[in-house]
């Protein structure tokens, strides 16, 4: 990576060190989800060996996934502050700007869900070495995923009320038809279409077969467990679903990066201090 990308990523790492309730309430809300949705599971997936950690796994990638978007506001401060203006007139490529943000993000949120991954393997997740690096690299593919939808977004809005309003849209549905909290075989047939659109279903059924070894199990196991889908006689396996993360990947780092190359910031207002 290059200079201007690597001091990026390390200046919203120290913000991150600095904002130590960021992580408080990672841990908070996980806990939360945990509690009530831990009922539901039980209720709509009885055959579940181990109910809480199936939950557990949609909570880790949830934490990825909400954090990725959520951490690119990180350029909105940069832009409402005036930051940003000084680094667009300094020889730095646009296009570093935005790798360099990306990939902050999908950091952040992947140590934030590793702050989880931690927490769960003393509430019964087990994982050895291979196990733990699968899991790993697909936090991070779906952490620059997400992280260059979240830049998108903001360049977009351009202003952080406007961005959290839109976040809040997005990823209020997408995660709760994902089949994180509420699993895929617990909804309403009329709800699958939208299930079966959602890209985070996805994501949710590959990490879900990672970390809880699902490697052996059969298809018609699989789609009864909900890491596997039958969509009108197409089996959407945990391998095609990882290839579709990775195509999304690609389609959504490469449009952040063109969308960012082409912004306009100069129309943005600047926020001043009052040194009064």
């Given at each position: 990576m290059t200079r201007?990308?690597?001091?990026?990523?390390?200046?919203?790492?120290?913000?991150?060190?600095?904002?130590?309730?960021?992580?408080?309430?990672?841990?908070?809300?996980?806990?939360?989800?945990?509690?009530?949705?831990?009922?539901?599971?039980?209720?709509?997936?009885p055959g579940l060996a181990n109910p809480t950690v199936y939950l557990f796994a949609g909570i880790i990638i949830m934490t990825v996934f909400q954090s990725s978007l959520t951490n690119s506001m990180n350029i909105l401060e940069d832009i409402s502050s005036g930051f940003m203006k000084e680094i667009l007139v300094a020889p730095i490529?646009?296009?570093?700007?935005?790798?360099?943000?990306?990939?902050?993000?999908?950091?952040?949120?992947?140590?934030?869900?590793?702050?989880?991954v931690v927490v769960a393997m003393f509430m019964g997740l087990s994982i050895n070495f291979?196990?733990?690096?699968?899991?790993?690299?697909?936090?991070c593919l779906v952490g620059v995923?997400?992280?260059?939808m979240g830049l998108y977004f903001a360049t977009i809005a351009k202003d952080s009320s406007n961005f959290q309003l839109l976040i809040t849209v997005v990823s209020l549905p997408l995660t709760f038809l994902s089949g994180a909290y509420i699993p895929t075989m617990a909804m309403p047939g009329f709800l699958l279409p939208v299930v079966y659109l959602n890209p985070l279903?996805?994501?949710?059924?590959?990490?879900?077969?990672?970390?809880?070894?699902?490697?052996?199990m059969p298809i018609a196991e699989m789609v009864k467990a909900g890491v596997a889908f039958n969509i009108n006689g197409f089996i959407v396996s945990?391998?095609?679903?990882?290839?579709?993360?990775?195509?999304?990947?690609?389609?959504f780092f490469t449009l952040c990066v063109n969308r960012f190359d082409n912004a306009d910031f100069s129309t943005i207002k600047i926020w001043k201090r009052d040194h009064h």
């Open positions: 201007p990308i690597n001091a990026i990523i390390l200046r919203n790492l120290m913000k991150l060190k600095r904002d130590r309730m960021k992580l408080f309430f990672t841990l908070l809300m996980s806990g939360l989800f945990l509690f009530m949705f831990s009922f539901v599971t039980r209720a709509t997936a490529s646009r296009w570093e700007i935005a790798i360099g943000h990306t990939l902050s993000s999908a950091i952040i949120s992947v140590i934030q869900g590793l702050v989880i291979i196990q733990g690096a699968a899991m790993l690299a697909l936090m995923t997400f992280s260059a279903t996805y994501t949710t059924a590959a990490f879900r077969f990672i970390s809880l070894r699902m490697e052996g945990p391998v095609i679903s990882m290839f579709i993360i990775a195509v999304m990947c690609a389609s």
